[in-house]
């Protein structure tokens, strides 16, 4: 629960915007911005950027975590104790805006496949099943002999 005092003096994400984080401990995460989906609005720290747009937010959040967006703006973070970027850094960006429609078609596919990767309950199964796949192909190769008989 956030006090009273502070409230007024804090920045509010909103329902669709997108969170960029604009400083951390390594330049890795600088840039990574994460769509605010809940229906309250959420405080922002002062080492972040609020992005609103009309894109669709799940779209840009991914974008946010691809190689393509940072490798734009690598060039513009300050690195040092506390590695940072600038709005203006970050403005250098430059985001692809496929249809609306496609945002929301690509943003659905890699939720899913963020599920998989990262649901112990989903992806683990199906990591474990697919290496006991693979271990019985390689076993089944590795143990046929050609031309050869069993013989008892």
């Known amino acids: 629960m956030l006090r009273k005092e502070f409230a ?5 994400a909103q329902k669709n ?12 995460d600088i840039g990574i911005g994460l769509a605010w989906l809940g ?14 747009s009309d894109l669709y937010p799940q779209y840009v959040s991914h974008y946010l975590r691809s190689n393509y967006y940072h490798k734009q703006i690598v060039k513009y ?7 940072s970027i600038s709005a203006k850094g970050l403005g ?8 609306y429609e496609e945002q929301v078609r690509i943003a659905t596919l890699l939720n899913k496949f963020d599920a998989l990767v990262n649901d112990l309950t989903i992806g683990l199964p199906a990591e474990i099943a697919a290496v006991q796949e ?9 143990l046929s ?4 008989k069993i013989s008892a």
Do not use: W
């Open 77 to 83: 973070v300050s690195e040092g104790k506390i590695c």
């Open 8 to 12: 007024s003096k804090m920045r509010y």
């Open 145 to 148: 002999f050609p031309n050869s």
């Open 134 to 142: 693979q271990y019985e192909y390689y076993r089944d190769k590795l």
């Open 39 to 52: 229906d309250e609005p959420a405080a922002v720290h002062d080492a972040c950027f609020i992005f609103r």
């Open 17 to 28: 915007d997108v969170v960029i984080v604009a400083a951390g401990e390594n330049k890795e």
């Open 92 to 99: 250098n960006a430059i985001i692809p805006i496929p249809t």
